[in-house]
């Protein structure tokens, strides 16, 4: 005698439910072990993965002077003011400025000394000058660009030129024993 696919009341499980089931469970398992590899393949290698942060000891840097460090392949500039550049940066009006930002919008708190900015020209990508000892600061005594003329505060503001930006400010935060972790 053969049993019947379903029990009288109509609530039992059917031998067709279970092979459907089964199918797609298979199916789904199938189609992850196709799709992880493909999916997988797209995240950044571990060689991107290292230059998408800097780490910088930024302790031994004194005020008045600028060191340079490489991230993503461009110069990063980092600065520690003196308090006569934070005052000449704090008595800008921004209403002189193209790109209005105060000096407390481009550093972060309780570090207004230590401003971080990306060493690339807003204009057209050059490298200014201004980061390195005896190099041109131009007419504000922040940063030059010599390629088409864009002279930076020390804010590192856009104050004249063609630049139609102030330099870019990654996103960074500081470390407990006085080291920069830029990141983004």
Same mark, same amino acid.
């Given at each position: 005698?053969?049993?019947?696919?379903?029990?009288?009341?109509?609530?039992?499980?059917?031998?067709?439910?279970?092979?459907?089931?089964?199918?797609?469970?298979?199916?789904?398992?199938?189609?992850?072990?196709?799709?992880?590899?493909?999916?997988?393949?797209?995240?950044?290698?571990?060689?991107?993965?290292?230059?998408?942060?800097?780490?910088?000891?930024?302790?031994?840097?004194?005020?008045?002077?600028?060191?340079? %460090?490489?991230? +993503? =392949?461009? &110069?990063?500039?980092?600065?520690? @003011?003196?308090?006569?550049?934070?005052?000449? #940066? /704090?008595?800008?009006?921004?209403?002189?400025?193209?790109?209005?930002?105060?000096?407390?919008?481009?550093?972060?708190?309780?570090?207004?000394?230590?401003?971080?900015?990306?060493?690339?020209?807003?204009?057209?990508?050059?490298?200014?000058?201004?980061?390195?000892?005896?190099?041109?600061?131009?007419?504000?005594?922040?940063?030059?660009?010599?390629?088409?003329?864009?002279?930076?505060?020390?804010? %590192?503001?856009? +104050? =004249?030129? &063609?630049?139609?930006?102030?330099? @870019?400010?990654?996103?960074?935060?500081?470390? #407990? /024993?006085?080291?920069?972790?830029?990141?983004?």
């Amino acid at each position: 005698m053969v049993a019947p696919e379903t029990d009288a009341t109509g609530d039992g499980v059917r031998r067709r439910d279970f092979i459907n089931i089964a199918a797609v469970s298979a199916a789904g398992v199938g189609g992850i072990a196709v799709l992880y590899p493909l999916i997988s393949q797209m995240a950044p290698s571990a060689d991107v993965l290292a230059e998408s942060t800097v780490e910088v000891d930024v302790s031994a840097i004194e005020p008045g002077q600028a060191i340079k %460090a490489i991230f +993503r =392949k461009q &110069p990063l500039f980092l600065r520690r @003011l003196t308090d006569a550049e934070i005052a000449e #940066a /704090d008595a800008v009006p921004l209403s002189d400025l193209r790109d209005p930002q105060s000096l407390e919008e481009r550093t972060k708190a309780g570090q207004k000394a230590m401003l971080i900015t990306m060493g690339v020209c807003t204009h057209l990508g050059c490298v200014p000058l201004g980061a390195a000892e005896g190099e041109a600061r131009g007419e504000y005594g922040g940063y030059f660009c010599p390629c088409h003329g864009s002279h930076y505060d020390t804010a %590192a503001r856009i +104050r =004249k030129g &063609p630049a139609p930006t102030n330099l @870019l400010v990654p996103d960074y935060e500081f470390n #407990a /024993d006085g080291t920069v972790v830029t990141v983004g």
